[in-house]
């Protein structure tokens, strides 16, 4: 399924901040979206999982295939990180949760409550969500934040397997994965200061 | 869905959930009533459906403000969003849990505080039908309540007055069922009209629930 973005156009809060935005993701593709602070990123990402809609501009081929990820992990703390994983798994209708805890050495505290875990390991449990949601596109927003050197190589692993099995991936993040995907640099695409035109427009 | 349901009730017995939080203020609340209006039993009598109506509308009111808050802090609700169920069918199943942890326990509850007030015999059917039929419908409100609130700091002072107003007639008609029950009255009349205001709360609110969350989640 190839996720097709033309003349996208979004805002945040009202404010339009990215403008003109072309780009296709094609399966078995990684995508890395860079850009300064403040530039929108994560309004894009929450864009194309749905939350919100564009301001103008067209997304095709995103309709139940975005496997969201956002800054907070969705996580209960007073949830085993079994009963985490198995909530989301019988959410998206998927079974069995054991490749996700092994794809980031969750097993060992898979009896542990999630409030007790260290950011990091909290982090994994969230990132171990997108295997079991079984959607093709993943879109993730800084995915490797409190991860350790192994954690984001475990993390590196899990993206390089789901493309392998014709998955495909935009990520919003600011350091070197070892992907080999492009990078969509959404710099150029900062939209403009609108002109005031009428004083009153904006509440009318 | 049901996967949805189990991890509510599970989430509150766990921890912190707050099941019991609204069973203990309806039962505070009754216990008080009898010490602030003197232990005349037929005053007691007289006014008992309807302080027990209105103790377990305000325990109800309790619960709400952490019904979708507590999925808003934790990004939880976001990832629901983009699942796939409808928000629609969340929003149904968080009022279905809050109803099965809140109202369902005052509803079981009720007889018994009314011991405490005095009321009278033939009124404990009718009070139990009332708030069974009554309750269900303080829970789709809430929920509106909720998602209308959700994402603001300190929501659940806005929350009560939101939903307050929206309870008048399910207060209004529950507690009639119950006092014409009480005094040996025919009930039928408000009982339907209890009834009515349940079903279509039901029907519609939960439409409502989920365009406003959508509007939030933004």
């Not at chain 1, 996700?100 to 994994?124: I, M, P, T």
């Not at chain 1, 994965?177 to 904006?202: E, S, Y």
């Not at chain 2, 103790?55 to 629901?80: P, T, Y």
Request: proline share 6%; charged share 15%; aromatic share 6%.
């Amino acid at each position: 399924m190839t996720l097709t973005v033309t003349d996208l156009a979004i805002a945040r809060g009202g404010v339009p901040v990215l403008e003109g935005l072309s780009f296709a993701l094609h399966p078995g593709k990684a995508l890395i979206l860079r850009g300064p602070n403040g530039i929108g990123k994560t309004t894009l990402l929450r864009t194309l999982a749905g939350l919100q809609p564009p301001l103008a501009g067209q997304i095709d081929g995103a309709e139940d295939q975005i496997a969201y990820a956002s800054h907070s992990d969705g996580l209960k703390p007073t949830l085993t990180v079994m009963e985490n994983l198995t909530f989301w798994a019988s959410v998206f209708g998927t079974k069995g949760i054991q490749h996700a805890l092994d794809a980031f050495a969750l097993n060992a505290f898979s009896d542990r409550y999630a409030g007790n875990l260290s950011a990091g390991q909290k982090r994994r449990l969230g990132l171990s969500r997108m295997l079991v949601t079984g959607r093709p596109i993943w879109v993730l927003d800084e995915p490797t934040v409190s991860l350790d050197r192994d954690a984001v190589q475990m993390f590196a692993e899990a993206v390089r397997n789901h493309l392998g099995q014709g998955g495909s991936a935009l990520i919003a993040t600011h350091i070197d994965l070892g992907l080999d995907g492009d990078v969509l640099d959404v710099t150029p695409n900062k939209a403009k200061p609108q002109p005031i035109d009428d004083l009153d427009g904006g509440f009318l | 869905m049901i996967a949805l349901l189990l991890r509510d009730l599970k989430l509150a017995f766990r921890a912190g959930g707050g099941f019991g939080l609204g069973l203990a203020f309806f039962l505070i609340v009754t216990v008080l009533v009898p010490f602030s209006v003197g232990p005349q039993s037929s005053l007691l009598s007289t006014i008992a459906p309807g302080v027990l109506w209105l103790g377990a509308l305000l325990a109800c009111l309790l619960s709400l403000d952490r019904l979708l808050a507590l999925d808003w802090e934790d990004g939880s609700l976001d990832l629901l969003a983009t699942a796939p169920l409808p928000l629609e069918s969340v929003v149904t199943i968080k009022a279905l849990a809050h109803w099965l942890t809140t109202g369902l326990p005052l509803v079981l509850a009720a007889p018994f505080l009314g011991i405490l007030l005095n009321l009278p015999v033939p009124g404990f059917f009718w009070l139990v039908i009332s708030l069974l039929v009554g309750t269900p419908a303080m829970s789709v409100i809430g929920t509106f309540g909720a998602a209308l609130t959700v994402g603001l700091k300190r929501g659940g002072l806005l929350l009560s007055l939101l939903v307050l107003p929206l309870y008048v007639p399910t207060l209004i008609f529950g507690a009639e069922v119950a006092r014409r029950g009480a005094t040996g009255m025919e009930t039928q009349t408000p009982l339907l009209m209890l009834a009515g205001i349940t079903a279509a709360t039901i029907a519609l609110l939960p439409f409502a629930s989920a365009a406003v969350l959508r509007i939030n989640l933004r």
